[in-house]
């Protein structure tokens, strides 16, 4: 059974930094693309970052332009998780944010084959 559980989201100031983990299990993580989405209040789950299954040492990163030079995102095989540093945090950041897993590349939701059950950012001003 495949499980993704968020952590390290919180409330924190804007211009403030936040780090959220995903950690995976009951696939093998090093296959499949891992993207972050965010769910804001009134609105559909968009997408934030995505990165590529192992490839060598060579990861493909992908980023929306809402977050680009703020956010990273990046992986550990070896813990089987993904991260998301969030840097320059504003009040529009203030969503649900949700791993997911795929075993392709995708940038949208309908693309994502496996869903966390999110954490929560509240970016306050």
């Known amino acids: 059974q495949v499980q993704l559980v968020e952590s390290g989201g919180g409330l924190v100031l804007a211009g403030g930094s936040l780090r959220l983990s995903c950690a995976a299990s009951?696939?093998?993580?090093?296959?499949?693309?891992m993207g972050w989405f965010r769910q804001a209040p009134g609105k559909e789950r968009e997408f934030v970052a995505v990165?590529?299954?192992?490839?060598?040492?060579?990861?493909?990163?992908y980023y929306a332009d809402s977050v680009k030079g703020r956010f990273t995102i990046s992986r550990d095989n070896t813990k089987n998780t993904v991260y998301l540093q969030m840097n320059g945090l504003k009040p529009e950041d203030t969503a649900v944010y949700y791993c997911?897993?795929?075993?392709?590349?995708?940038?949208?939701?309908?693309?994502?084959?496996?869903w966390g059950k999110g954490t929560l950012v509240t970016v306050s001003s």
């Open positions: 997911a897993a795929s075993g392709v590349l995708s940038y949208s939701v309908g693309g994502m084959d496996y």
């Open positions: 009951g696939r093998t993580f090093s296959r499949d693309a």
């Open positions: 990165i590529s299954r192992s490839g060598g040492s060579t990861y493909y990163t």
